[in-house]
């Protein structure tokens, strides 16, 4: 069974540009959500979808977005990058449930120049 | 609010050492769910263990035993006879019900480090 798939692994971008993360859930799990991890902050929830709506959201500004397709596949969106939007992002996978374990995948390491 | 603290920031320990990671968190829910995840260098968040708010029975995988105490708010990891593998940050995460959704709250994690 094919895990928690992110694309790309590695992006490289500057100040003021925005960019796409892309996630493929495993197969048959209907939410996606999103992580950052940095050193100074630690893991923190982004936003979850479930059926393509969005069902939780955390505390981050509005340039950070996201959106779910009908197959699950997931995509989040930064706009106007900002140096501390370096950092690890996460996606996870699960059915849905509450509690249900979430499944993770490799990350996506943004750099921020 | 809900909170979940790991103290031990690192912990050093010889292979075959024991070694237990402290989890302490704080909820309102009455109904919660408590993760341990570990991350090895490679990044990914590998899941270990959940326990819901309703279940207090130990549990023991292998090498691995996890101890819910809902007195005290705390949800243990003890790994026993530790192996060089074991190196990897871990982190305890706590989902509420009433949070309509998955949400984790993450602990800070503790950096275990195993020495041949």
């Known amino acids: 069974k094919a895990g928690v798939t992110q694309t790309p692994r590695y992006l490289i971008k500057t100040r003021g540009q925005q960019v796409t993360l892309s996630c493929s859930p495993i197969?048959?799990?209907?939410?996606v959500s999103w992580y950052q991890q940095t050193p100074g902050q630690g893991l923190q929830f982004l936003f979850e979808y479930f059926s393509e709506t969005q069902r939780n959201k955390g505390n981050f500004p509005g340039r950070f977005s996201g959106r779910q397709f009908s197959n699950s596949r997931s995509e989040m969106n930064v706009s106007t990058l900002e140096l501390g939007d370096s950092a690890l992002y996460l996606c996870a996978s699960s059915f849905g449930e509450a509690g249900q374990p979430q499944h993770f995948g490799d990350g996506t390491r943004l750099s921020i120049l | 609010a809900q909170k979940v603290t790991q103290a031990q920031t690192e912990i050093s320990v010889v292979e075959k050492e024991d070694v237990t990671l402290d989890c302490v968190y704080e909820t309102r829910d009455t109904t919660y769910y408590l993760f341990w995840y570990k991350q090895p260098p490679s990044g990914e968040l590998v899941f270990l263990i959940r326990?819901?708010?309703?279940?207090?029975q130990n549990e023991i995988s292998g090498r691995y035993s996890w101890n819910f105490q809902k007195s005290t708010s705390s949800f243990n990891f003890t790994i026993t006879a530790s192996q060089v593998v074991d190196s990897a940050v871990y982190f305890c995460?706590?989902?509420?019900?009433?949070?309509?959704?998955?949400?984790?709250?993450f602990g800070a994690g503790t950096i275990l480090r195993v020495k041949s």
């Open positions: 995460a706590l989902s509420e019900f009433r949070e309509y959704g998955n949400k984790l709250v």
């Open positions: 197969s048959g799990h209907r939410s």
């Open positions: 326990r819901n708010s309703f279940d207090e």
